[in-house]
């Protein structure tokens, strides 16, 4: 047998297999299949194949990252949960693909990155107390720039800023996808009867986040407690296909009292203040030297013949 | 705008009747508007054809930059000034006029989400089409797009709508695409669309709504639009359902004289339907 394809995906946290929408979207879809996946949960998307995760790794076909790409590939090695699903329901699992990719997904940036008060309590912390030194440094500010340009440009806005005119119309937007998913739910399990198909794996992928990361300030989150079908939907898949991973990392809850200040939440503050301390002796130290503040002489001394081969250079610090 | 301010806007809006005057704005026909534009204009107006709403088209130069959202096509009704088919739908349900009332909430659903299918493969595969495939972008759309503008400032604005295209399409994970699998994708939206509608008249059976406006708008300009490439209307002809679709709108709300029009230019369109 040949051996298993190679699944790289963001580690578990928060309370889900993993925290990233994507993520989630092709581990959802690699249970639903039966794909005997070899998963390396990481937190360093460097360490994957193409420079980004999700990516999966086949023999013949080389890497790939975007969960529809995966997806194709694992159909192609005969692991397909859509298999029992007519041309209608086809059809039907294209077009609501695309309703959360335009409506729900906007939001659901805008929520964990775009928002300070979620992105410092929760995004930021998460991903800074999971990276290694030194990527927690710049990485997560980089992964948010990164998301605020996506999210300008899917909504064909540049000067969209974190505000409550954004949010609204977002949220709007986002609200009623959330409706139109669980009036095509209906009182179903799944979207298609009694199986999961693709369609349940994106939007599993686009719900969990909010059905399980408890965030500071998020209506949309409120807004889909009220819905019962999709918060079933949520849990049912959480407790079949991932009954180890949704106990394992049950979501911190987040202080509802107002912190002091950005700096409260920082990960790792006590190394980032040690490391400061240094970088500003470092600096003053260099200013020393090279403003004569501090001089470095060179004092050659004489010793008897034979004792040494060469004359002898001794540093001395002269304050 | 608060809540309430939007609400009270609103209810003039819904209170103030049509006026006969409403015009709809998009770009110079003849020599500057490109397919995506093109369809958004026809999807607007074949919905306000299917509501009874008269309107007035009004080709400009700068419609792009009269336009409150920076998209064309636009309507002015009195002091109101509204951009895009979504929005557009909205307020014409304010004014009580709505294609879909008799649809339930399952059809809703699915009138929605089969909407947002057309915009996100069709309408932008157009946009790829248009500004991504090289041949295409030189042939058709940056000298077509910066026609009514004189150097320097033709290639300027042409280059810069060119970049902000590709970048989104970098932003959405299309920039990795080859033009046959945007091809692929276009096929595969026609099929889902082919699918849904079956043997009926209209997506929803008897009756018109928004999705068959918007989807018209998109496949009449795709079929009557000169390309660099036949392969686009190709994935379309295969679907004939879509074909007989496209027939019996463009004959029941566009009259003989009017459908010259609707299509474009000789230079960029082939007419009325083969």
New interface residues.
């Given amino acids: 047998m040949a051996a298993p394809c190679e699944l790289f995906c963001w580690k578990a946290g928060l309370g889900l297999p993993s925290v990233n929408t994507d993520c989630l979207i092709v581990l959802a879809y690699a249970r639903f299949a039966g794909a005997p996946l070899k998963i390396h949960k990481i937190s360093n998307p460097w360490r994957s194949p193409t420079g980004s995760l999700p990516a999966l790794r086949t023999k013949d076909e080389g890497s790939c990252s975007q969960p529809s790409q995966i997806i194709i590939q694992l159909r192609k090695q005969k692991f397909n949960a859509d298999y029992d699903l007519s041309a209608k329901e086809g059809a039907d699992t294209l077009a609501f693909i695309s309703l959360l990719e335009e409506r729900l997904l906007p939001a659901l940036i805008y929520a964990l990155w775009i928002d300070p008060k979620n992105y410092v309590e929760v995004t930021r912390r998460w991903y800074g107390e999971n990276m290694s030194f030194p990527l927690n440094f710049f990485l997560p500010g980089r992964m948010q720039n990164r998301q605020l340009e996506r999210l300008r440009l899917i909504r064909g806005n540049g000067t969209l800023e974190a505000g409550e005119e954004a949010e609204k119309e977002l949220y709007h937007d986002a609200l009623e996808c959330l409706n139109l998913l669980s009036q095509r739910l209906g009182s179903n399990k799944f979207f298609f009867g009694d199986s999961p198909s693709s369609l349940d794996a994106y939007v599993f992928g686009h719900l969990a986040p909010l059905f399980k990361i408890r965030l500071p300030n998020c209506r949309l989150q409120q807004n889909l407690k009220n819905l019962d079908n999709l918060n079933t939907f949520c849990s049912n898949i959480l407790s079949l296909y991932f009954p180890n991973e949704s106990i394992e990392g049950v979501s911190r809850p987040v202080s509802s009292t107002q912190p002091g200040s950005d700096l409260d939440n920082e990960p790792y503050k006590r190394r980032k203040q040690l490391l400061s301390v240094l970088v500003a002796v470092a600096a003053m130290l260099s200013y020393a030297l090279f403003t004569g503040i501090v001089a470095i002489e060179h004092v050659q001394e004489e010793e008897p013949v034979g004792s040494h081969i060469g004359p002898s250079h001794e540093e001395e610090e002269e304050v | 705008m608060s809540l309430a301010a939007e609400a009270f806007v609103s209810q003039i809006a819904a209170a103030e009747p049509w006026p006969e005057n409403a015009a709809l704005y998009q770009p110079l026909k003849e020599d500057q508007i490109l397919l995506s534009d093109s369809a958004s204009s026809l999807a607007v107006q074949t919905f306000l054809r299917m509501c009874g709403l008269p309107v007035q088209v009004s080709c400009r130069a700068n419609a792009e930059y009269m336009s409150p959202?920076?998209?064309v096509p636009f309507i002015q009704v009195g002091n109101q000034v509204v951009s895009e088919l979504g929005p557009i739908v909205q307020f014409t349900k304010a004014k009580g006029h709505s294609l879909s009332d008799g649809l339930d909430?399952?059809q809703?659903?699915?009138m929605?989400?089969?909407m947002?299918?057309v915009?996100?493969?069709l309408l932008t595969a157009e946009l790829y089409i248009q500004w991504c495939d090289d041949f295409t972008a030189t042939e058709i759309s940056r000298p077509r797009y910066s026609s009514p503008y004189s150097w320097p400032l033709n290639h300027i604005l042409a280059y810069q709508k060119q970049w902000e295209v590709r970048?989104?399409m970098?932003?959405?994970?299309w920039s990795g695409k080859s033009l046959e699998q945007v091809y692929e994708d276009v096929s595969?939206?026609c099929?889902?669309?082919s699918?849904?509608l079956?043997t009926q008249p209209y997506f929803f059976n008897k009756q018109p709504t928004e999705l068959d406006a918007l989807v018209f708008g998109h496949l009449f300009t795709i079929l009557t639009t000169q390309l660099t490439s036949d392969e686009l209307v190709e994935k379309v002809k295969s679907y004939s359902n879509l074909l007989s679709f496209c027939h019996r709108i463009e004959q029941a709300y566009f009259k003989e004289q009017e459908r010259e029009g609707q299509s474009g230019s000789s230079r960029h369109s082939k007419g009325s339907l083969p």
């Fill in positions: 959202s920076g998209k909430d399952v809703r659903a699915e929605k989400a089969y947002e299918l915009n996100n493969m970048r989104k970098n932003a959405i994970g595969q939206c099929q889902a669309l699918q849904r079956g």
